[in-house]
């Protein structure tokens, strides 16, 4: 299973908005609405922002965002902040009943 | 409070063997999957197993597939990866985390350190 892919990297500026893609195929993202999105930063382990495509988890900010087409999905942030930057990850279930992680895209905000 | 917390990493030569384990506290056990996900040094995350509530099924990654096994004992509220065959690129921090639904992996541990090297 080869991992989803995501932009290296993606920066804005505070206040800004951006948005992160996740390609896979039909036998995951495509063929399952059971995309998730996951921040880590530098040292931490990752923490679950988003599952179920748009579903944002227990106390996660509205300024986070999910949705998906086809065989991609995509994380936006608005009103991007200082604490944003960090490392994003996708994940979907497979076809295969197991999970592929997407490979990562850095946030930098400017 | 939910808690996740991982043991059992430590340095093994190549073809050694290595029993991660995965102690839950603050929640109710049973009623979720446990899954392991793992991070090479400066690389991005790898799901690695998968294990359902009450222990069947199980699934393993491609990359693990006969050679890592994944357990549970609801009893005593912890969670066994057992790493047979290791290889140079299991090298890695590995997480447990807990779901309860498909992706849903909302507690994490803080990791364990598994090195794999002569």
């Known amino acids: 299973q080869s991992a989803l892919t995501q932009p290296a990297s993606v920066s804005g500026s505070p206040g800004q908005s951006i948005t992160i893609s996740c390609t896979g195929t039909?036998?995951?993202?495509?063929?399952?609405?059971?995309v998730s999105w996951f921040r880590q930063h530098p040292g931490e382990a990752p923490k679950l922002m988003i599952y179920?495509?748009?579903t944002r988890s227990s106390g996660v900010s509205t300024r986070f965002s999910g949705s998906k087409s086809g065989n991609t999905a995509s994380l936006t942030i608005s009103g991007l902040q200082a604490e944003d930057e960090a490392d994003y990850y996708c994940?979907?279930?497979?076809?295969?009943?197991?999970?592929?992680f997407g490979s990562g895209t850095k946030v930098t905000v400017l | 409070q939910v808690q996740l917390v991982e043991s059992g990493g430590g340095l093994v030569k190549p073809g050694g063997s290595l029993r991660l384990s995965c102690a839950a506290s603050?929640?109710?056990?049973?009623?979720?999957?446990i899954t392991w996900i793992r991070q090479a040094p400066g690389k991005g995350l790898e799901w690695v197993s998968y294990?359902?509530?009450?222990?069947?099924?199980?699934y393993h990654a491609a990359s693990v597939k006969g050679r890592f096994t994944i357990s549970r004992d609801n009893a005593k509220n912890f969670v066994y990866l057992q790493m047979n065959s290791l290889r140079a690129e299991d090298t890695a921090v590995y997480y447990c985390?807990?779901?309860?639904?498909?992706?849903?992996?909302?507690?994490w541990g803080q990791g364990t350190l598994v090195t794999v090297s002569s």
């Open positions: 985390a807990r779901g309860r639904w498909f992706g849903d992996f909302d507690y």
């Open positions: 603050g929640f109710s056990f049973s009623d979720y999957y």
């Open positions: 294990i359902s509530s009450s222990g069947s099924p199980i």
């Open positions: 039909s036998s995951d993202v495509g063929g399952y609405s059971y």
């Open positions: 179920d495509v748009f």
């Open positions: 994940s979907s279930y497979t076809s295969s009943s197991t999970y592929v």
